[in-house]
């Protein structure tokens, strides 16, 4: 797994620009929570599918970023939380147990 670091509310209008071409994803992660930690050890030993760009977010380090991604994609803000990015909006989200590589996978096929 690749994560491209996610660190400033700039970079979102980037996301938001890369999705109109390939599908991006925002996991938005907590250092300090143990549900998030197994996320994301759940999506790093998996597969991650080629055409997706993945996003970190240190949501502890970054709060604001994270607030701006609640309002530019419309989003309670959740920690864990994984957000798929197409066409500029975020098609699917997910938080806590519900993270999966397989759900993504099944996001990403509808």
């Not at 300090?32 to 080629?50: D, F, H, Q, T, V």
């Not at 709060?63 to 309670?76: K, L, M, P, Y």
């Not at 909006?89 to 993504?104: A, K, P, Q, R, T």
């Amino acid at each position: 797994m690749n994560w491209t670091a996610l660190t400033s509310t700039e970079e979102i209008r980037k996301i938001q620009e890369i999705s109109h071409q390939q599908p991006v994803v925002i996991f938005k992660h907590s250092t300090r929570c143990s549900i998030s930690g197994m996320a994301k050890s759940r999506l790093e030993r998996e597969e991650a599918p080629e055409q997706v760009l993945f996003y970190y977010l240190d949501l502890i380090r970054y709060r604001e970023v994270s607030n701006e991604i609640a309002a530019t994609f419309r989003v309670e803000h959740e920690s864990p939380q994984l957000l798929l990015i197409r066409n500029g909006e975020c098609v699917y989200n997910d938080s806590h147990n519900g993270i999966s590589m397989s759900e993504l996978e099944h996001a990403l096929a509808s």
